[in-house]
């Protein structure tokens, strides 16, 4: 995203259906990776009651902290106020805004895994998140 002034600060939405396990630990990496210069959000189209326990036991392994966290319903406005969408598995309950840059991440849902099934997907997504994080602020 080169067209953005150096003191623009990039934000990005992730979202999966129930924003209780893979955009929990996105948006985790994405803070714990970026810092304050890329804002971060999630969200989930039908939002669970609590973050998967097994998702904040593989995070915490990280030494990331996301047992405060709570599911977060999608908001058009979230869509609206962020550069990046990045959808894991919620289909077309997006919603879809013109000048928005969508990414669909396609992982293994973290729903009713015990921690062990959980690590890779966590793995893979601290893969993703550290590329995006040099796409939108590089050489920082």
Wanted: with cysteine; proline share 7%.
């Amino acid at each position: 995203m080169t067209d953005q002034s150096p003191s623009a600060k990039p934000s990005v939405l992730f979202v999966c259906v129930h924003n209780a396990g893979r955009s929990q630990m996105a948006a985790a990496y994405l803070t714990h990776l970026a810092g304050d210069r890329i804002e971060v959000r999630s969200a989930g189209s039908a939002p669970a009651d609590q973050v998967n326990p097994a998702v904040v036991e593989a995070m915490a392994e990280e030494g990331i902290d996301i047992s405060a966290e709570t599911p977060k319903v999608l908001t058009v406005d979230a869509v609206q106020a962020s550069d990046v969408v990045i959808t894991m598995g919620c289909g077309d309950t997006c919603p879809v805004f013109p000048g928005k840059r969508y990414l669909d991440w396609t992982l293994d849902d973290p729903a009713g895994q015990g921690v062990d099934a959980v690590r890779p997907i966590r793995d893979e997504i601290r893969k993703r998140v550290e590329n995006l994080v040099s796409e939108l602020r590089p050489q920082e």
